[in-house]
């Protein structure tokens, strides 16, 4: 009888979709977290949660981003923070901004990978990739066989 620990060591690790990726909160004018304001990205969303008294969670899916863009004043800069606006295609939430928060071109790049992730995993074309990305050439469903 086969040893099941190693049955277990052989298989692939599963990747759980909605692990953090980057956990932040939006920063004070002298860059010390004390706000009711925190984020965080996942593989597959964007999420907003504020308030004390009364919450307000907002959650935007990575593959409906179509822009980002990062601010960061004098005063951010020397204290290590910026603010990253998303732009997106989501109903509810056109526009999220992630406040003050430390390490912004970092989570920049990181919401930017995420996003092209989620994009190709959804299968979503925009049109600057309608071009370049021939989906008869990829295995859709897995298979092994292109188209």
């Given at each position: 009888m086969?040893d099941?620990k190693?049955?277990e060591?052989d298989?692939?690790p599963e990747?759980?979709?909605k692990e953090?990726?980057?956990?932040g909160?939006k920063?004070?004018f002298?860059g010390?977290?004390?706000?009711?304001?925190?984020?965080r990205l996942?593989?597959?969303?964007?999420?907003v949660d504020t308030?004390?008294?009364s919450?307000?969670k907002?959650?935007?899916r990575?593959?409906r981003?179509?822009?980002m863009?990062?601010?960061?004043?004098?005063?951010?800069?020397i204290?290590?923070?910026?603010?990253?606006?998303v732009y997106s295609g989501d109903?509810?939430?056109?526009?999220l901004?992630?406040?003050?928060i430390k390490?912004s071109?970092?989570?920049l790049?990181t919401?930017?990978d995420?996003v092209?992730?989620a994009?190709?995993?959804?299968l979503?074309?925009?049109r600057?990739t309608?071009g370049?990305?021939?989906?008869?050439?990829?295995d859709?469903?897995?298979?092994?066989?292109?188209?």
């Open positions: 086969p099941e190693n049955q060591s298989r692939a990747v759980n979709l953090s990726q980057w956990r909160r920063r004070t002298l010390l977290p004390w706000s009711f304001t925190r984020y996942t593989r597959e969303k964007l999420i308030g004390f008294w919450r307000h907002e959650e935007v990575l593959f981003v179509k822009d863009c990062l601010n960061r004043k004098l005063v951010e800069r204290l290590g923070l910026g603010t990253i606006t109903a509810s939430s056109p526009t901004e992630l406040k003050r390490d071109e970092w989570v790049e919401l930017s995420l092209d992730a994009r190709r995993r959804e979503v074309l925009t600057e309608m370049r990305l021939d989906i008869s050439e990829r859709i469903d897995g298979d092994g066989i292109p188209g």
